[in-house]
């Protein structure tokens, strides 16, 4: 290999492993991306493209950096649940179980992953601003931890149905602390304007829990907030930290309530593109403790008994750990506007571009030490214009057949995947010192008319 070669290649290796904090990602010898130990072209071609990849080394320093801190910094008294709507499959409840940590779900659909890939149920939370009464029952039955209240109706509901099983179920009441954290309007919770939670500035908070507290069989435990996702400011989370404790003491004042468990839901920011800062496993820690110290000076102001912490960080537990690979396919370069390339997936398999307008960075798998020459958009293969994962990355000049890789694209983007136009959702495969195995096997053609009916009269 000349000098120069190696020169260039060092200068890209720096570029591709300061975009990615983690060790997810290298360049290898053949100058191809690794992930976790595997030659992604490898991976392409035997998984074939589109394909969603996990590091697994990724996904558990993340969640292990959590407990470790609750741990070491809070005596233990506290939990992380790894919020399962970032990237839900049976695989990522059976790595939350090996590690230790809780889960939350958001509908029937997750419960019952979670409890199929053998979840301990007691360590299992229930979100949703409108759960069904079927998913209430199916989460009594199965005797979960704690559901987390979002409306009045809810509340009669769980008590109900609670009472049938003669049963108490453990609950905790989200609210609305009244945080305008800096982040995407359509991943803030806790304006003024949201449909999730109760409002603490409009009593609402408080009118919730007095009327928990009349229900026989529901045990009130605490609150919840979650202030929206893909923030980096510590000072909003710190901020709803202290929001809570002051409606804690409130409580405690007028109802005689006690708080035992304060839920601060997940958020924090993972690295997309160079925009975003570049937070190392270790800096997540930070967070946690700036949460960590601001419930103990609150406490001690407010002369509040400490307590049980939880956790729901999504994002930045599985978000980084994932790569999507596609293959390109037409390559069209209209003179003066943009050059597109269209790859084998689009928003059926990431719809946050066409969602949210969100970044990523891409690298070309097979050459990924040569630099960026050109700006392109990378299409999708939908029949929709806005069907894109972006438009402006920096690329070698591509040619059709060349893998791209899409970067920190481990959370909501198979959990938002759909069969729009009929395409089937790529499968996922779980990386460890370069071996692989499926975590989501490939759908099929059948699968897609799996549930349809054609009625008699059509016949
Ligand atoms: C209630 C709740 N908890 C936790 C999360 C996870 O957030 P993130 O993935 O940003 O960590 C969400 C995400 O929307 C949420 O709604």
Redesign the pocket.
């Known amino acids: 290999m000349s000098r120069f070669f190696i020169d260039r290649m060092a200068l890209w290796c720096y570029n591709i492993s300061i975009m990615n904090t983690r060790e997810t990602l290298k360049i290898n010898a053949k100058g191809h991306l690794e992930i976790g130990g595997a030659d992604a072209c490898d991976l392409a071609e035997k998984f074939s493209t589109p394909l969603y990849v996990f590091d697994e080394k990724h996904i558990r320093d993340m969640m292990a950096v959590y407990r470790d801190t609750i741990e070491e910094e809070y005596g233990g008294h506290g939990c992380v649940l790894y919020?399962s709507?970032?990237f839900s499959c049976e695989a990522m409840y059976a790595i939350a179980r090996q590690e230790r940590i809780g889960v939350?779900v958001v509908s029937g659909g997750e419960l019952y992953t979670a409890l199929k890939a053998g979840f301990p149920a007691e360590k299992i939370y229930m979100?949703g601003n409108n759960k069904l009464s079927h998913e209430i029952a199916e989460a009594l039955d199965a005797h979960i931890g704690c559901i987390v209240v979002d409306a009045f109706s809810e509340a009669d509901l769980i008590e109900r149905e609670a009472e049938a099983r003669g049963i108490v179920q453990k609950v905790l009441i989200r609210i609305n602390p009244g945080v305008e954290a800096h982040t995407h309007a359509y991943?803030q919770?806790a304006t003024p304007d949201s449909k999730f939670g109760f409002s603490v500035a409009s009593g609402a908070a408080e009118a919730i829990v007095r009327h928990v507290l009349t229900k026989k069989h529901l045990k009130l435990c605490g609150f919840h907030c979650?202030i929206g996702?893909?923030i980096f400011e510590k000072a909003s989370f710190v901020l709803a930290v202290e929001k809570n404790l002051k409606f804690m003491a409130e409580m405690k004042e007028r109802l005689g309530f006690e708080t035992e468990e304060l839920n601060l839901?997940?958020?924090?920011g993972i690295w997309y593109t160079d925009e975003d800062p570049k937070i190392p496993v270790a800096g997540y820690r930070d967070y946690l403790s700036a949460l960590l110290d601001a419930v103990k000076k609150g406490c001690g102001e407010y002369r509040l008994k400490e307590p049980f912490i939880l956790l729901?960080?999504?994002?930045?537990i599985v978000g980084e750990a994932g790569v999507t690979l596609y293959r390109v396919g037409a390559i069209k370069e209209i003179p003066g506007i943009r050059k597109y390339l269209a790859v084998d997936g689009g928003m059926f398999d990431n719809p946050r571009f066409a969602l949210y307008g969100s970044k990523y960075t891409a690298v070309l798998a097979n050459r990924a030490a040569e630099e960026p020459q050109e700006v392109v958009a990378i299409a999708g293969k939908c029949c929709e214009s806005g069907d894109l994962i972006g438009t402006n990355f920096n690329l070698p000049k591509a040619k059709v057949g060349d893998i791209v890789a899409i970067l920190s694209t481990g959370?909501y983007n198979y959990s938002m995947a759909s069969n729009y136009n009929r395409n089937l959702i790529p499968p996922a495969i779980l990386v460890k010192d370069g071996r692989a195995d499926y975590i989501v096997r490939p759908q099929s053609y059948e699968d897609l008319v799996r549930s349809d009916a054609i009625p008699d009269r059509l016949k």
């Open positions: 919020a709507k970032a939350d979100h991943v919770t979650h996702s893909q839901g997940g958020g924090f729901e960080p999504g994002r930045s959370a």
